[in-house]
T-cell receptor
Framework: DAGVTQSPTHLIKTRGQQVTLRCSPKSGHDTVSWYQQALGQGPQFIFQYYEEEERQRGNFPDRFSGHQFPNYSSELNVNALLLGDSALYLC???????????????FGPGTRLTVT | GQNIDQPTEMTATEGAIVQINCTYQTSGFNGLFWYQQHAGEAPTFLSYNVLDGLEEKGRFSSFLSRSKGYSYLLLKELQMKDSASYLCALNSGFQKLVFGTGTRLLVSP
């Protein structure tokens, strides 16, 4: 089992550009959550996908959007990049059919995005 | 909202015991996670507390008191490889995690 995988590992973009990050969940997992982690900070929840729908969203602008495919993999898109979008973007997968689920989330290695 | 506070940095000596505290103010959550994160790497799961009390897992233990809005992670027999950031996170429902800023632990020989 490869666990949670993310691509690319590193990415450098220019302010104003658009970026797409990809995530494949751990085998058997149906829920994908995306987090943004700035240097020296804890991860911040962006949104979560379940059954190909955005189920929950954090306090991020509409420039951040996503998608989940039938095989449960997911994409995170960020439009009109700002310098402040530079961060480590983490994808986490889990089984998420219950609100009170205590199932562990598995994190991928992350994509380091640098906006210049 | 959910304010989660952790000390920014702690130092300890190899072989010692260290306690990392996490306090929070929230109206409700399912449980509290502790994750370890080495620099430049993904967070890895350490423990999950749903009920009040102590959960022990080898060298690591985690405690939760809902009434006091308080949790701690206890690391025993510290090793150099334990130098990392330790993240406290509340599960606010459907596995949406709200993280604290993390505590950077430095273990010296």
């Amino acid at each position: 089992d490869a666990g949670v995988t993310q691509s690319p590992t590193h990415l450098i973009k220019t302010r104003g550009q658009q970026v797409t990050l990809r995530c494949s969940p751990k085998s058997g997992h149906d829920t994908v959550s995306w987090y943004q982690q700035a240097l020296g900070q804890g991860p911040q929840f962006i949104f979560q996908y379940y059954e190909e729908e955005e189920r929950q969203r954090g306090n991020f602008p509409d420039r951040f959007s996503g998608h989940q495919f039938p095989n449960y993999s997911s994409e995170l898109n960020v439009n009109a990049l700002l310098l402040g979008d530079s961060a480590l973007y983490l994808c986490a997968s889990s089984l998420g059919d219950r609100w009170d689920s205590s199932y562990e989330q598995y994190f991928g290695p992350g994509t380091r995005l640098t906006v210049t | 909202g959910q304010n989660i506070d952790q000390p920014t940095e702690m130092t300890a000596t190899e072989g010692a015991i260290v306690q990392i505290n996490c306090t929070y103010q929230t109206s409700g959550f399912n449980g509290l996670f502790w994750y370890q994160q080495h620099a430049g790497e993904a967070p890895t799961f350490l423990s999950y507390n749903v009920l009040d009390g102590l959960e022990e897992k080898g060298r690591f233990s985690s405690f939760l008191s809902r009434s006091k809005g308080y949790s701690y992670l206890l690391l025993k027999e510290l090793q150099m490889k334990d130098s990392a950031s330790y993240l406290c996170a509340l599960n606010s429902g459907f596995q949406k995690l709200v993280f604290g800023t993390g505590t950077r632990l430095l273990v010296s020989p």
